[in-house]
Nanobody, 125 residues
């Protein structure tokens, strides 16, 4: 599976960005797709995930109500719409894919075996 994240950039606090991650190399009906992020000096953390077939979303508490994960099955692309951005959202954002991930592992980076290269999001105050 090949993933290529894009859409990062510099935005002021309160602004919006949409990240995209086209996927190729497999069919994804049994997959979960996710976004993780890593801020400077911090560990990679879960942001959001989506079950490819059902479209069921999952979020970390700090982005609920501000971020929306979605997927376009025709384009094999997963998106992360980020609104009301805060300086603490500044990080490199990675998309990831994993097959047959059980619910208890949906937020666990080790459950995902395919990763994109990352896209930098910088939120200025």
């Amino acid at each position: 599976v090949q993933l290529q994240a894009s859409g990062g950039g510099l935005v002021q606090a309160g602004g919006s960005l949409r990240l995209s991650c086209p996927a190729s190399g497999n069919t994804f009906n049994s997959y979960a797709m996710a976004w993780f992020r890593q801020a400077p000096g911090k560990e990679r953390e879960f942001v959001a995930a989506i079950r490819w077939s059902a479209g069921t979303p999952f979020y970390t508490d700090t982005v609920k109500g501000r971020f929306t994960i979605s997927r376009d099955t025709a384009k094999n692309t997963v998106y992360l719409q980020m609104n009301s951005l805060k300086p603490e959202d500044t990080a490199v954002y990675y998309c990831a894919a994993g097959e047959r991930i059980i619910l208890s592992n949906i937020r666990n980076s080790r459950a995902y075996d395919s990763w994109g290269q990352g896209t930098l999001v910088t939120v200025s105050s």
